[in-house]
């Protein structure tokens, strides 16, 4: 379908955003509010028609948007769904959207889809399936993708990389970008027993095209040790801003993205934690220049 | 990938819907133990994502049932029939039939029909959008009424029981009740269509399912007509066009 003439191709504000969402379609219409942007699941708008394109329509002549995908299956061992990809692009082609994503993680194996975001093990084979999926991708979507950092419970015996490494070598083997979530670094450090500040401090931020900020829950392992669940049901919790505040001062502006996907609050709390995000751009933006654009 | 690629991620597969398999040898735990409770993450990522997902499309059969035997039926259905596709609004379709054949929800006969008007408004819901055929249109068929053939809009659905269906469906939407009142003692026949954005229910008069029917089906009108009259003498022809017309579903003729 032909996008709709009233869209501009103008590109995704370093502001915050947020995951657009059923229950706040009339609150964004009607209240008109100052906010940078809004992110979409493409999923949840690859029906025919009915209220979603409608919305998300009006939506879209009035903010940029970003497209996440949470079902190709960068990840997986088999081929991609070839008809999941054009569904993608049709949609792509529709709405317009500033930024692209998905997830480096796997969803589908054979014919069923397990509907979560599963983890690989980190090697030189899989790194080769990876890089191979997203240039399929980027060709089929004629656009450049980000990959974002998985948040994992358990790990692969055969595993041979460390994540930031392999994510490092998938950017300079495909050319394509990354989401940086800093939920899931902090949930990935506390899972697996390191630094979350040590695995920013090696992470490629200088490939970093958007960032995403969720809440977790807390769980316990068999021994009692701290498990947390990356579950996106509350507020983005301090220590997370915390950290988003030390990839800020080395990254400068970058768009960063609210996710709240369960236990969905009302649009004022929702909106309140986009202007949090704002505060610290703004900041950010008018502070020292920050080290990657210095060294640059 | 390799072979060993494909066959690690389907036994991940194969355990993370299995809750009595083992953790797949190939996960890493702390000290060499098995990781059983961060599995049990996924496995119950996967189960409750699901699970959610026909909560959502099944409100009204999950209050007549209640939330713990709805949601134990539907992980029972997700076990059996997993998603084969990444976009989640198909899935779900044959749930009506798998409820239908779950005999602790026998007690309740008329469940898999509620669950089936809430399949077609889904359905509805997500359908391709057409514009309805306007009055005016709809007036200028009258002088060739007898051969005209309807084009029903994308959206529209009939969902036919021998129980009153609607009717426990609006009550227990409205009312929140598990067990309806006072119920109509005959069957009740839906017409389930989205004309422009809302999704409409609507209750279709004797004979008015088989006049539809053969309609949709590509009958003409006197066609359609004389099928309703053949099962049901009472049919009316003229209330049940008016029905279909007001109701936004058609929008077009051939």
Same mark, same amino acid.
């Given at each position: 379908m032909a996008p709709s003439a009233n869209i501009s191709q103008s590109p995704i504000p370093p502001r915050g955003g947020v995951g657009l969402k059923p229950e706040h379609y009339r609150d964004i219409l009607d209240g008109a509010p100052d906010i940078g942007w809004f992110e979409i699941h493409a999923e949840n708008y690859m029906g025919a028609g009915g209220p979603p394109h409608a919305y998300l329509t009006a939506i879209r002549e009035r903010y940029p948007i970003s497209l996440h995908g949470v079902g190709l299956s960068i990840g997986g061992a088999g081929p991609l769904d070839a008809d999941h990809l054009q569904r993608l692009r049709a949609l792509a082609d529709r709405y317009q959207p500033a930024l692209f994503s998905e997830h480096l993680a796997w969803s589908s194996h054979e014919t069923v889809y397990l509907n979560d975001l599963l983890p690989l093990p980190y090697t030189q084979d899989t790194l080769t399936g990876v890089c191979d999926h997203i240039d399929e991708v980027q060709n089929a979507m004629a656009r450049r993708m980000l990959l974002e950092n998985p948040s994992t419970y358990i790990a692969y015996a055969e595993t041979t990389m460390r994540e930031v490494d392999f994510l490092r070598e998938v950017v300079r083997r495909t050319g394509c970008g990354l989401l940086l979530d800093v939920n899931n670094v902090f949930?990935?450090?506390?899972?697996?027993?390191?630094?979350?500040?040590?695995?920013?401090?090696?992470?490629?931020? $200088?490939?970093?095209? $958007?960032?995403?900020?969720?809440?977790?829950?807390?769980?316990?392992? $068999?021994?009692?040790?701290?498990?947390?669940?990356?579950?996106?049901?509350?507020?983005?919790?301090?220590?997370?801003?915390?950290?988003?505040?030390?990839?800020?001062?080395?990254?400068?502006?970058?768009?960063?993205?609210? $996710?709240?996907?369960?236990?969905?609050?009302?649009?004022?709390?929702?909106?309140?934690?986009?202007?949090?995000?704002?505060?610290?751009?703004?900041?950010?933006?008018?502070?020292?220049?920050p080290e990657l654009m210095a060294a640059t | 990938m390799t072979a060993d690629a494909i066959q690690r991620e389907g036994a991940f597969a194969k355990a993370v819907l299995d809750a009595d398999a083992r953790v797949p040898a190939a996960l890493a735990g702390r000290d060499g133990r098995r990781p059983v409770r961060r599995f049990a993450v996924y496995r119950n990522n996967v189960y409750a994502g699901l699970v959610n997902a026909l909560a959502g499309r099944?409100?009204?059969?999950?209050?007549?049932?209640?939330?713990?035997?709805?949601?134990?039926?539907? /992980?029972?259905?997700?076990?059996?029939?997993?998603?084969?596709?990444?976009?989640?609004?198909?899935?779900?379709?044959? %749930?009506?039939? %798998?409820?239908?054949? %779950?005999?602790?929800? !026998?007690?309740?006969?008329?469940?898999?029909?509620?669950?089936? #008007?809430?399949?077609?408004?889904?359905?509805?819901?997500?359908?391709?959008?057409?514009?309805?055929? @306007?009055?005016?249109? #709809?007036?200028?068929?009258?002088?060739?009424?007898?051969?005209?053939? %309807?084009?029903?809009?994308? @959206?529209?659905?009939?969902?036919? !029981?021998?129980? !009153?269906?609607?009717?426990?469906?609006? #009550?227990?939407?409205?009312?929140?009740?598990?067990?309806?009142?006072?119920?109509?003692? !005959?069957?009740?026949?839906?017409?389930?269509? /989205?004309?422009?954005?809302?999704?409409?229910? /609507?209750?279709?008069?004797?004979g008015g399912a088989i006049f539809a029917e053969a309609l949709m089906a590509g009958e003409t009108l006197a066609d359609a007509a004389a099928a309703a009259l053949a099962v049901e003498p009472e049919f009316d022809l003229a209330a049940n066009l008016a029905g279909l017309m007001r109701s936004g579903a058609f929008i077009g003729t051939r």
């Open positions: 949930v990935q450090a506390a899972n697996h027993g390191f630094g979350a500040t040590d695995y920013l401090d090696d992470f490629p931020l $200088e490939h970093v095209a $958007e960032i995403h900020l969720g809440g977790h829950a807390e769980d316990a392992d $068999e021994d009692g040790s701290l498990l947390l669940i990356d579950d996106h049901g509350c507020a983005v919790p301090d220590p997370v801003w915390t950290l988003y505040r030390r990839v800020l001062a080395r990254t400068g502006p970058v768009p960063t993205l609210i $996710e709240w996907d369960n236990d969905v609050p009302t649009w004022s709390a929702l909106f309140a934690e986009a202007k949090r995000a704002d505060g610290l751009l703004g900041a950010c933006s008018m502070s020292a220049v | 099944f409100p009204a059969t999950l209050k007549l049932v209640g939330e713990e035997f709805f949601r134990a039926m539907a /992980r029972e259905y997700v076990a059996k029939t997993p998603p084969r596709s990444a976009v989640l609004f198909y899935y779900g379709g044959d %749930f009506p039939d %798998f409820i239908g054949a %779950f005999p602790p929800a !026998s007690a309740v006969p008329y469940l898999a029909d509620v669950a089936r #008007l809430e399949w077609a408004w889904h359905v509805a819901y997500h359908s391709a959008d057409a514009e309805p055929l @306007s009055q005016e249109a #709809l007036a200028a068929l009258v002088t060739r009424a007898e051969d005209v053939r %309807f084009v029903f809009h994308p @959206s529209a659905r009939l969902v036919r !029981s021998a129980y !009153s269906v609607i009717t426990i469906w609006e #009550l227990t939407a409205r009312d929140g009740e598990n067990e309806p009142g006072r119920l109509p003692a !005959s069957g009740e026949d839906a017409l389930v269509v /989205r004309p422009a954005l809302q999704v409409t229910v /609507r209750r279709l008069p004797a």
